[in-house]
């Protein structure tokens, strides 16, 4: 039987891309998703029962794209497919499931499962975790390849995750071997790759141009410098990292800390005598208890070195119900006091954003090694319910920045408290001066009073 398929130059690749992980990211109609299902069938018919799975977030997507489009383009003469359990036979064995993730934890569904190749569309959509969950179902007894495959678009809640594990470490469309030794690509989209879609609907691409500047990016130029719903749009890394330096011994130095069980994260930060503060050091580890991370953290102090303060959150300083101590007495107890800083994490972000746009006295500055924090910082996407607070999620995100924050509400606060009563401002009033730019904020002081 002849099928009778015709694939762009950037589809073949895709499809010929043998790493044990692969990205095909960028422009929206690039034709991403039709070369994951083209790749998806000449597997299924290249090995003899093979299983594949195709994954979506959630089933609405799966069913209107994937779904409907690999019934447009599988022969019925060879493939069937069940609605019910969402699974594609071939007349040679091979099965593909198409699932989805709506609930994070839906991939334990695939716990049991085995297959030959995982195919993540959309991958922005999923977290790293069930990613890299799902990594571990590859397996099987034959000797088949065993890959993962991806499409997406740049944007999304797992855009940086997505960067930092493809598109960052190496040049496009160059393999390169990952810390745990496996191979991986990221081959790049654009809509230009996409003669089809380019001559059957020329007015896509204007369509496009009229989008916002940022989805513009994304989705016609496929971008990936961009962050949706960034919270820090301020941050930037050509301004506020900076090569290391050494650090005066006249600077005053603190420590600042957030810690949780799952993750400790530890920020040196060195005050010039001018009163710009500079992040020379970190230090952010998961599963560490109170007696480890207060050793780490003094073992990455040097003994002549004189932390003026060590700051941390207020609830480490909450007694436990069963011990009727608390973390901060727990962490005195290894040699580490802690100054308690304010949990207002509205006033805090500000204090972060502040320090951002400023230069000289107030300006934050973060040395080139302090890779968490500068990850991190920038990814942060605005909280949907409270926009003047940034997400909690992805949590692993929030560390080093709720460490920098603590810092950052101690720093500011003593010069606005000085004096005289201040007007408590308003949701609105923050709203306001969030969105304000320079001249906009300086005003909205004027205006209201320092902000509290
Ligand atoms: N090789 C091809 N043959 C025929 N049509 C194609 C081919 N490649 C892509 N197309 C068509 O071009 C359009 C866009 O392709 P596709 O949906 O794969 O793009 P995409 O990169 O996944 O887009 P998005 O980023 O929006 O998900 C679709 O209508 C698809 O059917
Ligand atoms: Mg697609």
Redesign the pocket.
């Known amino acids: 039987m002849n099928i009778n ?4 130059k950037k ?1 073949m690749e895709f499809i010929n891309a043998g790493e044990d992980e692969v990205l095909f990211g ?13 790749d998806a069938l000449l597997y299924a018919l290249k090995y003899p029962a093979s299983k594949q799975l195709i994954l979506r977030r959630s089933f609405a997507e799966l069913d209107k ?1 994937i779904i409907r ?1 690999s019934l447009a383009v599988y022969p019925r003469e060879i493939y069937t497919f069940n609605f019910s359990s969402h699974t594609g036979r071939f007349i040679n064995g091979s099965i593909i499931d198409f699932g989805y993730c709506a609930a994070s934890s839906d991939v334990y569904q695939y716990q049991s499962a085995e297959y030959d190749v995982i195919r993540f ?2 991958l922005t959509h999923f977290a790293e975790w069930q990613y890299v969950y799902l990594l571990s179902r590859l397996r099987g007894a034959s000797e088949y390849p065993r890959q993962i495959k991806s ?3 740049p944007g999304g809640i797992g855009h940086s995750w997505v960067k930092r594990r493809f598109v960052d470490p190496a040049p496009q469309r160059t393999c390169f071997v990952s810390e745990e030794g496996l191979k991986r690509i990221f081959l790049p ?1 654009f809509l230009s790759d ?1 003669d ?2 380019c001559k ?1 609907d020329p007015d896509y691409e204007k369509r496009l141009l009229a989008l916002p500047e940022r989805e513009k990016k994304a ?1 016609l130029f496929g971008d990936w410098n961009i962050f949706e719903g960034q919270y820090f749009t301020e941050f930037d890394p050509r301004v506020h990292v900076i090569e290391p330096f050494e650090i005066p011994r006249s600077w005053r130095k603190y420590r600042t800390v957030d810690y949780g069980l799952d993750r400790l994260a530890c920020l040196w930060i060195a005050v010039s005598d001018d009163g710009s503060a500079y992040v020379y050091r970190e230090f952010c580890e998961s599963n560490l208890p109170i007696s480890a991370a207060a050793r780490e953290i003094l073992a990455r102090t040097p003994k002549d070195e004189d932390v003026y303060a060590t700051l941390a959150p207020p609830d480490l300083f909450s007694r436990s119900q069963e011990s009727g101590k608390s973390k901060a007495l727990l962490f005195s107890e290894f040699g580490i006091n802690f100054t308690k800083t304010s949990n207002d994490r509205e006033c805090g972000w500000l204090a972060v954003k502040e320090m951002l746009c400023a230069e000289g006295r107030g300006s934050i500055r973060i040395f080139k090694t302090a890779t968490e924090l500068i990850r991190c910082l920038p990814a942060l996407t605005v909280d949907k319910l409270r926009p003047t607070d940034c997400a909690t999620e992805p949590h692993e995100l929030t560390h080093a920045p709720d460490a920098l924050r603590g810092f950052a509400i101690f720093h500011t606060r003593p010069s606005s408290v000085d004096g005289a009563v201040r007007r408590q401002w308003s949701r609105d009033m923050w709203e306001d001066y969030y969105a304000a730019d320079k001249e906009g904020k300086k005003y909205l002081k004027e205006k209201y009073g320092e902000p509290n």
Do not use: P
């Open positions: 398929l015709k694939i762009t589809q960028g422009a929206a109609g690039g034709g991403k998703s039709y070369g994951q299902i083209i794209s489009s569309d959309e499409t997406t678009n989209s996409n089809f879609l059957g989705l």
